[in-house]
């Protein structure tokens, strides 16, 4: 399709165990987000990356959320030893970046996974 | 920091009524405003913009003035459908984030219409 995707969509974990969430952007799109939406809030930022530069990762909670985009293409967000506050939907965001200060780019959002740990 | 209220929800309304949801932020810099809307199992979708004060964003017969005096980018619609029952999340994006505009989101706002 021509839109962000994300895998998978639902994702069940025992506390403790290690999760991968993939993000499969827009082709082309240079910029890619992730952001936490907690139940009930709304999202929350993450990280972000340019091509395969992770330029902001200011908004992971602990060191045990990690991410990656080693092609400039593909993301994924893994998060080590699962906690229960790290139930939340995670949603990828990808946008064409065009230099210059003062334009907006529009992000398009991928449809999440819910993540639940147990 | 920067940060963004929007009124509680659920908002219930009636087919063909009024639809106001407040929205008001903070901010240090000259934001850009946003209005998104997550419909059931789906993604965030943009609804409408605005980029400088006094600029108003319309769509699908949504519209949101950029009230820079009053920090406030309320969301209006004349006569609601069945069909606009969703979530609508009010964001920020700071257009001094060197080339990127990380999103900053109200807590959101379910409507829900009825026949």
């Known amino acids: 399709g021509a839109g962000v995707s994300q895998s998978p969509r639902y994702k069940v974990a025992k506390r403790g165990q290690d999760v991968a969430l993939r993000c499969d952007p827009i082709s082309g799109h240079v910029s890619l987000f992730w952001y936490q939406q907690a139940l009930g809030q709304g999202p929350e930022f993450l990280t972000y990356?340019?091509?395969?530069?992770?330029?902001?990762k200011s908004g992971l909670p602990s060191d045990r959320f990690f991410a990656e985009r080693p092609e400039g293409s593909v993301s994924t967000l893994k998060i080590q030893r699962t906690q229960q506050e790290d139930s939340a939907v995670y949603l990828c965001?990808?946008?064409?970046?065009?230099?210059?200060?003062?334009?907006?780019?529009?992000?398009?959002f991928g449809p999440g996974t819910r993540l639940t740990v147990l | 920091g920067d940060s963004v209220t929007q009124m509680e929800g659920p908002v219930t309304l009636s087919e063909e009524a009024f639809l106001t949801i407040n929205c008001t932020y903070t901010?240090?810099?000259?934001?850009?405003l946003f209005w998104y809307v997550q419909y059931p199992g789906e993604g965030l979708q943009l609804l409408l913009k605005?980029?400088?004060?006094?600029d108003k964003g319309s769509n699908k017969g949504f519209e949101a003035t950029y009230r820079k005096e009053t920090t406030s980018f309320h969301l209006e619609k004349g006569s609601v459908q069945v069909s606009d029952s969703a979530v609508y999340f009010c964001a920020l994006s700071d257009r001094g984030s060197g080339g990127y505009n990380k999103l900053i989101f109200g807590a959101g706002t379910r409507l829900a219409v009825h026949p």
């Open positions: 901010a240090t810099g000259y934001p850009s």
């Open positions: 990356f340019q091509n395969e530069a992770q330029l902001d």
């Open positions: 965001a990808s946008s064409i970046r065009t230099s210059g200060r003062g334009l907006y780019n529009e992000q398009f």
């Open positions: 605005a980029t400088k004060a006094d």
